[in-house]
C-alpha cells in the first residue's frame, strides 16, 4: 500500500486528489494551515474528511516542511499548496513570492535530505506563458509570466526541473491549464458567475459584477486534472507536462453556458467598461463591467495544446467546457434551494 501527502489538500485540486487516490487504496495525508479555522469544508463535500490524517504544514516555515516531510516518509508528495489567486498577488507580492516560489524549494531540499526517492508533484500553471509566445502552448512554449503570480511560479517550475536534473530526483511539473468545478473558490471569476447567476435565478437581483469579459481561458474540469498528476507520478521518468482541453473561450462565453443552464438568455449591450448583459426572460441586469476587477496586466489568451499528455500519459479530458459550466451552475443552483 502506497503513502501520499498532498499539500493543499484543503484546496479545490487537493480535495479531489485525495479521493482519487484514496478510491486507489493510498494512504493519504496532507496538509493544513494554522489559522483560525482549518478550512476543510471541501474534504467535508466529498465525504472524505475522516480519511485523510492532517498535519499542520505552511509552505512558509522551512523547519515545519522538514519535520513533516521526515515523519510521513511519503511515496508520493504532491505539492498543490500556494497563493493561488493571480489577482491577490499583485496585493501581496513578497508573499506570494515566497510561499510559491520558496515553498517550493523548501520542499525540494528537505525531500533531498530525508526522502530522496519520493516522487514529486509540483502543480505548475499556464500563467507562465503570459503574453504567449505562440498559440496553441506546450512544454516547449517559452515563459512570459504577466503577474508576481506567474512568475513565482516559474521559479518553482525550474527549480523542480533542476532538483530532477542535479540530483537525479522523480520531480515532475504539470502546467495546468484552467480548471474549475463546484469546488472552485468564489473569488475566481467561473464559481462567481455560477453563484452569483443561480442567486438570480432563485429570485436574487444583485447583477454579477466582472472585469475582463474579453479573457479567453482553456477551461477544464478539476476532476479530469488530478488523475493527469496521478500519471504523470506513474511514469518511470519524470517530466513536464501540459494539461488543458485545447479549447479556448472569453469570460464572455462562459456567462452564456451559465446563463443558459439556468435558464436565462442573456442579450449583451455596449461595450468596454460599460457593457452590461440582460436576461431576455425577467429583463434583469445579470452582468455589470467594473475597474475594480481589472487586472495591472492582462493574460489575454490561454490555449493548450495536451498531445504530450495524451501521448505519454494517456490521459484525456472528459468534460467540456459547456458541461462544466451547466455542472457548476446546478450545483450551486441546489445549494441555494
Ligand atoms: P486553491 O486555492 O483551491 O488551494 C490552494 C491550497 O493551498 C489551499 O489548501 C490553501 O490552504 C493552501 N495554501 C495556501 N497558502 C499556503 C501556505 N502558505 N502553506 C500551506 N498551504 C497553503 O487552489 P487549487 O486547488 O485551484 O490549485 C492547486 C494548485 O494548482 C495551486 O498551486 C495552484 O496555483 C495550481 N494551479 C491551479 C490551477 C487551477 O486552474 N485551479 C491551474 C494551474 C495551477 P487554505 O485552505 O488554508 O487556504
Ligand atoms: P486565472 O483565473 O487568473 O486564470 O488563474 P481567474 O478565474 O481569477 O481569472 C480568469 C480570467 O477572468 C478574468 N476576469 C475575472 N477574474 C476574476 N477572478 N474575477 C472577475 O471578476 C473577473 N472578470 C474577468 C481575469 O482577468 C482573467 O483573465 C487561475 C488560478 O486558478 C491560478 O492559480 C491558475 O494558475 C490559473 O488559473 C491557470
Known amino acids: 500500500m502506497k503513502t501520499c501527502f498532498i499539500s493543499g489538500i484543503t484546496g479545490q485540486d487537493g480535495a479531489y486528489l485525495a479521493r482519487l487516490l484514496l478510491d486507489k487504496g493510498y494512504t ?12 476543510t469544508v471541501r474534504l467535508d ?55 510559491n516560489a520558496m515553498g517550493v524549494l523548501r520542499i525540494l531540499d528537505s525531500l533531498r535530505t530525508l526522502a530522496p526517492e519520493t516522487r514529486f508533484y509540483q502543480a505548475s500553471t499556464s500563467e507562465m506563458f503570459g503574453q504567449v509566445a505562440e498559440v496553441p502552448q506546450r512544454e516547449s512554449t517559452p515563459f512570459l509570466p504577466r503577474s508576481p503570480y506567474g512568475v513565482s511560479k516559474v521559479f518553482g517550475h525550474f527549480i523542480t ?43 436574487g437581483s444583485e447583477p454579477c459584477v466582472l472585469g475582463n469579459l474579453d479573457a479567453k481561458r482553456d477551461w477544464g474540469f478539476a476532476g479530469d486534472y488530478v488523475e493527469g498528476m496521478w ?5 518511470d521518468t519524470p517530466g513536464d507536462y501540459v494539461l488543458a482541453t485545447g479549447v479556448s473561450l472569453t469570460v464572455r462565453d462562459f456567462a452564456n453556458f451559465v446563463a443558459e443552464a439556468l435558464g436565462m438568455k442573456l442579450d449583451w449591450n455596449g461595450v468596454g467598461i460599460v457593457e452590461y448583459a440582460i436576461d431576455r426572460k425577467s429583463g434583469k441586469r445579470v452582468i455589470e463591467v467594473s475597474e475594480r476587477f481589472f487586472r495591472p496586466a492582462e493574460v489575454d489568451l490561454l490555449l493548450g495544446d495536451p498531445s504530450k ?29
Open 231 to 235: 500519471r504523470m507520478l506513474q511514469q
Open 45 to 99: 463535500k466529498l465525504g472524505i474528511l475522516s480519511d485523510v490524517q492532517l498535519h499542520e504544514f505552511d509552505l512558509a516555515d522551512a523547519n515545519n516542511i522538514f519535520r513533516t516531510i521526515g515523519k510521513v516518509q511519503a511515496h508520493e508528495f504532491y505539492n498543490l499548496a500556494a497563493q493561488s489567486f493571480v489577482g491577490a498577488s499583485w496585493e501581496v507580492p513578497v508573499y506570494t513570492s515566497d510561499v
Open 161 to 203: 526541473r533542476n532538483y530532477r536534473e542535479s540530483f537525479g530526483m522523480h520531480a515532475s511539473s504539470g502546467i495546468l491549464f484552467n480548471h474549475e468545478s463546484p469546488l472552485r473558490g468564489t473569488e475566481f471569476v467561473t464559481r462567481k458567475i455560477t453563484l452569483a447567476l443561480a442567486r438570480l435565478a432563485r429570485g
Open 28 to 39: 493519504v495525508h496532507g496538509g493544513f494551515r494554522r489559522i483560525s479555522q482549518a478550512e
Open 309 to 337: 499528455a495524451a501521448k505519454v500519459l494517456g490521459w484525456k479530458p472528459r468534460v467540456s467546457v459547456q458541461q462544466l459550466a451547466e455542472m457548476m451552475a446546478r450545483a450551486d443552483y441546489e445549494d441555494l434551494g
